[in-house]
């Protein structure tokens, strides 16, 4: 990126939940203009952006139309169901997909991902196998042994993800994978289960022309696959971050390109061992927009442009739990904001989905504590005062 950045720069947003909304304020607070693309109305982003777009991104088609409608100076993939190969395609044409077009098409499918990281990097993964059918699946799971986790090699937010006991319980994991799968494909990963003691996302900020970066660590507690709550800092030893950062930088310098990368680790006694990694904003990531002075959707926009960063700080003890739907709804308003708001550093993000169903998220709640504990009990308190109902 040059040093004579001018703006406004166009960006095509390709998904817009909740993360693509915080984007989209992030990228406006510097005069940009923004294109929200999802493939239903009213999608989050979409209400804060300066246009929206209605299609498949699974359509070679329809990513064609709006791209060749628009003209962005940047493609910002924010979901994993989407066409990448036609994003290579842009790429050539000298449009900036972010981080690259290689690097989304890696990371779009847990099965490259894995396989870039184990086996051409010769990072320390857990043990895993793929299959494409029940019979596969039976035969995967018996070779990596129980407990395991199976889930589909393309989702989101933890959508088809189940832990494993026992050989019985291996048909209802490849239906559940299959109903959360996302995409054209019917593949699933099944993963030895690794005995953590803690979960982590350390945000990786890649830049252009200066070194990659981290956020302090972030922890997370997951149910379904999908995180409930996250909490910064974490304590960890000094010599496991280091390895933990390590292993980040060497598969984020593999994948090129600039933004920033939620990577997944689970940390046990004396080990930091690779799970996943998202080429953009994480989940468990809401908790920077009170936890540091610069948020992880602000730090991935200067990430982007070039723009410089030139301090990362960290504000203390800081946690974030998510407010869940229970119901199926097209029509809801939220109770309990008055009372989950009268503590002292609370504050709430509601997305605006237009509808609800079981387990769907819906808000976050966010807090600040004397220590991490306080700050944890305080974000779920107020997740809970919060209640979705059917108007």
């Not at 945000?203 to 999908?226: M, S, V, Y």
């Not at 496991?240 to 292993?247: G, T």
């Not at 996943?276 to 948020?295: A, F, K, W, Y």
């Not at 169903?357 to 808000?363: A, D, K, L």
Request: glycine content about 6%; hydrophobic content about 40%; aromatic content about 8%.
């Amino acid at each position: 990126m040059s040093n004579s950045l001018k703006l406004p720069k166009k960006f095509l947003l390709l998904g817009s939940g909740e993360l693509g909304k915080e984007f989209v304020i992030a990228a406006q607070r510097l005069g940009n203009y923004v294109i929200a693309v999802d493939r239903y109305a009213n999608a989050p982003a979409m209400q804060v952006a300066d246009c929206s777009e209605v299609i498949s991104m699974l359509s070679a088609e329809d990513l064609e139309r709006v791209v060749s409608k628009h003209q962005p100076d940047f493609i910002i993939p924010e979901i994993e169901a989407i066409r990448t190969e036609k994003l290579q395609e842009f790429e050539q044409r000298g449009i900036t997909v972010i981080p690259t077009a290689m690097a989304t098409n890696y990371t779009m499918n847990r099965d490259k991902i894995r396989e870039l990281a184990h086996q051409q990097l010769g990072i320390r993964t857990a043990n895993y196998a793929y299959a494409t059918s029940l019979d596969e699946l039976i035969k995967a799971s018996a070779k990596v042994g129980f407990p395991n986790v199976v889930k589909p090699v393309m989702s989101s937010s933890g959508k088809g993800q189940s832990t494993v006991n026992f050989q019985d319980e291996v048909e209802r994991a490849w239906n559940y994978a299959i109903e959360g799968s996302r995409g054209d494909t019917q593949k699933v990963i099944v993963e030895e289960f690794i005995p953590f003691e803690l979960e982590i996302t350390l945000l990786t900020i890649k830049q252009w022309n200066a070194a990659t970066i981290f956020c302090p660590a972030i922890g997370h507690r997951q149910e379904r696959g999908d995180y409930q709550e996250s909490w910064q800092p974490v304590e960890m030893s000094e010599k496991l971050i280091r390895e933990a950062e390590a292993i980040a930088r060497k598969v984020t310098d593999a994948l090129g390109g600039a933004g920033i990368f939620g990577v997944e680790f689970f940390v046990t006694k004396d080990e930091v061992i690779f799970s996943e990694l998202s080429p953009r904003p994480h989940d468990t990531g809401m908790v920077t927009l009170i936890s540091q002075n610069l948020n992880e959707f602000e730090l991935h926009l200067r990430a982007v442009l070039g723009l410089p960063i030139p301090n990362i700080e960290q504000l203390g003890a800081s946690a974030s739990a998510v407010i869940l739907a229970e119901d199926y709804s097209d029509s809801i308003v939220f109770e309990g904001v008055t009372e989950a708001l009268s503590e002292p550093n609370v504050d709430i993000r509601l997305f605006g989905k237009p509808d609800s169903r079981p387990f769907r998220r819906m808000g976050v709640t966010l807090a600040k504590g004397s220590d991490i504990g306080e700050a944890r009990e305080k974000a779920n308190a107020a997740a809970s005062k919060i209640k979705i109902v059917r108007q």
